[in-house]
């Protein structure tokens, strides 16, 4: 019997802030199954910081995201701040 290996992949959106060249980008990308990218789950946030220092193995920091009802609010506050910076009665 042959076994059958499956590479497992999932694509996740990474924001990339390149401090030399002064330039961000956002861009889906494909992480293999170990890498800490593709373990999140939920409302999990992750930054890898890759320096002078850490250019062999980024330095890895992950913990809880705020949630979908904390961001939502958050997002309408800005809204709202928008709005009366455009000049909306308040």
Known sequence: MTKMVLNVWVLRYVGVVDVVNGRGTVELQRYSKEHPFAQLSGSDNIIA??????????????????????????????????????????
């Open 49 to 90: 910081f890759t320096t002078e220092r850490y250019a062999k193995q980024p330095l890895i920091v992950r913990g809880p995201g705020a949630g979908a009802e904390v961001t939502a609010g958050g997002v309408f506050c800005d809204i709202l701040r928008l709005a009366s910076y455009l000049g909306a009665p308040s």
